[in-house]
């Protein structure tokens, strides 16, 4: 039965499905927070990234105590701390920091400026205004600091942004090629590609496009003859080497005896589902790593931030362009599409007006639901050490400093976990919206 | 013949059956196997049969919506069976189709005007999105709507509306040939009335050659001027629509017919109830496909496909016995 | 309750309570089904008609549907009476399958397809009548010998989706049956179906309703089933009793507008010859339960539509003689009309 009082538009319906999911009301409320502190990471943080200094050192300082309660009059007072003295513990030769009340109390001062550490907003606006701070030679360090010194707040709104963004873009990527590819092999599956021209179709435009298949194949051809040479000239003679010779030539002699005469037809979907197969069938985290060891690992950092981008989104397009296929698949046999094709529509138009749409409501929930998994991934491949590098900074990264010294840094410096907990509450964060997006825009789940 | 628009040959449509591991061919529906009809200007032609008799694959062959396996297709005089896309555009804005389902025929995310307008936009009819909207607006009255419901979605429409809707769509090109597949089976009985009489209106007014695709006979009866009687792919009898239901010469035809229950409860007639179901369309039998389920058959009929030959004026039927009925 | 009664409603009413407000999809239905009779329900979709037979299972899916109001008095094989909106959910499940059957319009998705449909109809007949398995089979294979599948005790050991469709019906009768229910619910049993075998489930339902006695209660919404299976007629508008009448005089005088209206739009085969040029259209939709016209809800389709009259409040179910009944304010004077 069809409501026929309400114009509500869809969107309107999701909106209002989505608020009655409390728990993903407050997931997009957290990740409101992480972003907005991420992308104006200098306001937010205290110092800079990188900022340490060699006298007196600061390594594993943990997080400065804030006072509320004079020690004088006993009353409240405003914040304040107090600096801090550096001592060395004489068995285990760790520091150990002390308040030190002679140098007198330090007020948090907000809206500080800091000269000595301007900051740019966007890459583009230069400032030195940060929310909060304590005048020097006093520190804050709300979470502590790292083995050099440096606060490991600041370090983690840094790292936010990084490992943020690299699972959206992630996501991004990997949702391009999945829709494409994906719609693609819906919507031709059953009409095979024409990949090569037999000689007797050229003429008009196959009088190009004839010899320019034949050149792709050939190409094609010749490389897998010369790939079987280089595997006999690295390795020698062997069983393998003449199986990988005999797999080359019969490459080449089905391709010449079938160029000429019959065209060579590719169904996008096999080619395409078959990808996705084999990108499946190997474990993530080492083909990560493999494809990572394909790259050269000195490059400067921010190449390789692009890089974890692109081979995490590559790894992770199949699931959804595994998804695409089939909605591309039902949508194609729907009547409204056949009504277009009656009207005489072309395929672009019948692939973007009413095809893709219709998978939009899975690919947002998909999307929404894989940023996490891109997120921890990312973390992974920085724990690893091959993720983004200094001078940037992930959280994969920080928890990667994190485990120097073994169990000890967790029962000596328990603060330097707090990048995992800012891991764990964005991932889940993520994983509410996707889950109240699932219920706000799947008809059958509405109550 | 004289003023014929649409004129079927032979049409045979075979859908493949891929099995294997190599997804080779290894059988084939032949959901249709040989039909043969024409229909003149301004005149409906009815085409009924129960699931699997194919009459919607040839609704669909017809506009070439799906690609025949064989046969011919004559549209006004011209073959287009075998024209490519690009030769085949400005015959998509003279023929048309109206789809039984009114629910997956309308897109969702589109809202009334543009799904109607969409067929304009494509043959570039009305230079302005003034003058399409205007057009809409003017469709929308035609079908009985108002033009206030440019903006809503489509969900926001009874069965009966929307498929008002898809008739506005496929009117808006001003076709000269709709095929309508079974556009009233999926409405609530009061609203048949409504859309059977909208059609009937639009024909005479518009001046439409229609293709009526249904089950329901009685429907099928009201609207045409003559009546194709399907059955596993091929047509069993043809013939002008009140001659057909008065005086049925196929078996097919004559158990069809008293199959359907008549709503009077005083009416009492001899049933031919029909044993057995219809054959597999991939395994049909041999000879005439209808000899399993029909009680005048004789062990020739396994011989010889019959023909669809001429038994009274505008009369075909395709039977080898012509001492019954 | 009568003794002749095996199933009376009284005054049901079935709410849903959906995010845009009350859907009063049964509101205030009576009717009786008497032993051995078949009753059929007539009305298009939104009319209360399968949500009744719901009910009647107790079968309403709850969040969001829910029985607000009314009794369901059923009589029992023991002949005991009772009110089945107020038996628990274990008392119920006794009385379903093996007092009560039901028969559904999807014979695809009404089977289960990982059983075979002899394990199918034995696991029926072990629930309810505790009897062996290999007694089951037997009594299986008699089920479907009895509703006309040819080789019965080959088909036992068959998929549903190695039958066709008015084969997968037959096994829901026969599964339906199997208990030797009082009442079968047959819910649109052949809408899914083509009119040849159409023809055969109802003569199937016929024989089987002189050989074992049950009654039933017909949902359709197609005219001419009714007149060929019925005893008594209920048409139903937008969650109400609109009429009720023998199946003859129905067909013949009906007295409500939409009942008239109905029987009137239908095209009609028997009546080819002196068919008249266009269908007599109700005119408009059917009403969206949600938001229903104040007064009679049919009456922005009426023709005899009196402003002031008709759309102030719910015209009563009133008697018309002969045991019929109509929810119509002006049903003497339309009855005139005509006359």
């Known amino acids: ?447 | 013949m004289n003023g014929v628009l649409l004129e079927v040959k032979d049409l045979k449509k075979h859908f493949p059956i891929r099995g294997g591991v190599l997804s080779r061919v290894v059988g084939s529906v032949k959901a249709v196997d040989g039909v043969s009809f024409s229909i003149r200007k301004g005149e409906v032609l009815g085409l009924v049969g129960e699931s699997g008799s194919g009459k919607t694959t040839v609704g669909r062959t017809v506009l070439r919506l799906i690609e025949p396996t064989g046969g011919r297709i004559l549209f006004d005089g011209q073959d287009i069976t075998e024209l490519p896309r690009e030769k085949l555009r400005p015959f998509r804005r003279r023929m048309q189709i109206i789809f039984q389902d009114p629910f997956s025929s309308l897109n969702p995310r589109m809202t009334v005007g543009d799904i109607i307008a969409e067929p304009l936009l494509i043959h570039g009819i009305g230079k302005t999105p003034k003058e399409r909207t205007e057009r809409v607006a003017e469709l929308l009255k035609l079908v009985g709507l108002s033009p206030d419901h440019m903006r809503r979605y489509p969900h926001e429409f009874s069965g009966g509306q929307r498929q008002r809707i898809g008739i506005a769509r496929a009117l808006a090109v001003a076709p000269e040939f709709i095929v309508a597949d079974e556009p009233v089976s999926a409405l609530d009985v009061s609203i048949q009335a409504q859309v059977v009489n909208l059609l009937q209106d639009l024909k005479e007014e518009l001046g439409l050659t229609l293709l009526f695709i249904a089950h329901d006979l009685a429907v099928v009866e009201y609207i045409s001027d003559r009546v194709a009687v399907m059955y596993l792919g091929k047509v069993m009898e043809l013939a002008p629509a009140r001659e057909l239901y008065r005086n049925p010469k196929h078996p097919y035809t004559e158990a069809l017919l008293s199959a359907v229950p008549i709503p009077d409860p005083t009416v009492k007639r001899e049933r031919i109830v029909l044993q057995g179901d219809i054959p597999s369309p991939i395994n049909p039998p041999s000879g005439c496909v209808f000899r399993t389920r029909c009680r005048y058959a004789l062990p020739e009929c396994a011989q010889v496909v019959p023909e669809l030959k001429e038994v009274a004026p505008g009369h075909y039927k395709a039977c080898i016995r012509d001492d019954i009925l | 309750m009568d003794e002749k009664r095996l199933l009376e409603v009284k005054d049901l009413k079935v709410h849903f309570f959906t995010d845009d407000g009350v859907v009063k999809a049964v509101d205030g239905v009576s009717f009786h089904v008497n032993r051995g009779e078949t009753l059929a329900v007539v009305g298009e979709s939104g009319s209360g008609k399968s949500v009744t037979s719901l009910a009647i299972m107790r079968l309403i899916p709850s969040p969001p549907g829910r029985i607000v109001g009314g009794e369901i008095l059923f009589r029992g094989k023991d002949g005991k009476v009772r009110d089945l909106t107020k038996l628990s959910e274990q008392e119920m499940r006794r009385i379903r399958g093996n007092d009560i059957a039901m028969i559904f319009q999807e014979p695809m998705t009404s089977l289960n397809p990982v059983y075979t449909v002899g394990d199918q109809i034995a696991e029926a007949i072990m629930l309810h009548q505790g009897k062996s398995r290999k007694e089951a089979m037997e009594l299986a294979a008699h089920m479907l010998e009895l509703v006309g599948i040819p080789e019965p005790r080959k088909r036992l050991s068959n998929y549903p989706h190695q039958m066709s469709g008015g084969m997968r019906q037959r096994v829901m009768i026969a599964m339906a049956l199997s208990c030797n229910p009082s009442l079968l619910i047959a819910d649109e049993p052949t809408t899914a179906l083509d009119v040849t075998i159409q023809a055969q489930i109802l003569e199937l339902m016929k024989k089987l309703q002189e050989e074992l006695g049950m009654a039933i209660l017909f949902i359709t919404h197609n005219l001419g089933v009714v007149a060929e299976m019925a005893d008594r007629v209920v048409v139903m508008y937008a969650g109400r009793v609109v009429e009720q009448a023998d199946v003859v005089p129905l067909f013949q005088e009906p007295l409500h507008p939409y009942t008239r209206g109905l029987l009137r739009s239908v095209p009609r085969l028997d009546l080819a010859a002196e068919r008249k040029e266009r269908l007599e259209a109700i005119p408009g939709n059917v009403p969206n339960p949600l938001y229903l016209p104040p007064g009679c809800a049919f009456h922005p389709r009426c023709k005899h539509f009196v402003a002031g009259l008709c759309d102030a409040e719910v015209p009563p179910l009133e008697d018309a003689g002969d045991g019929r009944q109509v929810r119509c304010v002006r049903w003497r004077e339309i009855r005139e009309v005509r006359a």
Do not use: C
């Open chain 1, 1 to 447: 039965m069809t409501v026929q009082a309400s114009s509500q538009s869809q969107f309107q319906i999701a909106l209002r499905q989505f608020r009655k999911h409390p728990l993903a009301v407050w997931g997009l409320r957290i990740l409101f927070v992480l972003y907005t502190v991420a992308a104006f990471a200098g306001f937010f943080s205290p110092y800079d990234p990188n900022y340490y200094e060699l006298y007196p050192p600061k390594g594993y300082h943990p997080p400065t105590r804030i006072h509320f309660v004079d020690p004088e009059t006993g009353g409240l007072s405003r914040p304040f701390v107090y600096a801090t003295r550096r001592t060395l513990d004489p068995v285990s030769l760790q520091p150990k920091y002390e308040e030190d009340p002679s140098q007198g109390k330090f007020y948090i001062r907000f809206f500080v400026r800091t000269p000595d550490q301007p900051y740019t907003l966007f890459r583009v606006f230069r400032s030195d205004l940060r929310l909060f701070g304590v005048d020097p030679p006093a520190r804050i360090f709300l979470m502590g600091t790292d083995n050099f010194g440096r606060d490991l707040f600041s370090r983690l709104i840094y790292g936010a942004q990084v490992s943020l963004t690299i699972g959206i873009l992630s996501a991004l990527v990997s949702f391009v090629l999945g829709m494409v590819l994906g719609g693609i092999a819906g919507y031709y599956s059953g009409r095979p590609f024409t990949l090569s021209l037999p000689l007797r179709a050229w003429r008009g435009l196959g009088l190009l496009l004839g010899p320019l298949s034949w050149a792709l194949w050939g190409g094609l051809g010749l490389g897998a003859l010369y790939l079987a040479w280089s595997y006999y000239r690295l390795t020698g003679l062997g069983f393998f080497q003449v199986l990988a010779f005999l797999a080359a030539a019969w490459v080449g002699v089905r391709l010449v005896l079938t160029l000429p005469f019959r065209p060579i037809r590719i169904d996008a979907d096999d080619l395409v589902m078959r990808a996705v197969e084999i990108i499946a069938a190997i474990p993530t985290l080492f083909l990560l790593i493999s494809l990572r060891a394909v790259f050269p690992t000195n490059v400067d950092p921010l190449t390789t931030f692009y890089l974890v981008v692109g081979l995490l989104g590559f790894i992770g397009w199949g699931g959804l362009a595994r998804v695409v296929r089939g909605i591309v698949l039902s949508v194609r046999e729907m009547d409204y599409v056949q009504a277009a094709r009656a009207m005489g529509a072309s395929d672009a138009r019948i692939l973007f007006r009413h095809v893709l749409p219709a998978t939009a409501s899975y690919v947002i929930v998909s999307l929404s639901l894989t940023i996490p998994g891109f997120i921890l991934a990312e973390s992974g491949l920085s724990f690893l050490g091959l993720g983004v590098t200094e001078p940037y900074t992930s959280w994969g990264l920080l928890l990667q400093g994190a485990q120097q010294g073994g169990f000890a840094s967790f029962v000596d410096r328990p603060w330097v976990l707090w990048p995992g907990f800012f891991i764990f509450v964005s991932i889940m964060a993520w994983n509410f919206v996707g889950d109240g997006l699932r219920d706000a825009l799947d008809p059958r789940r509405r109550r």
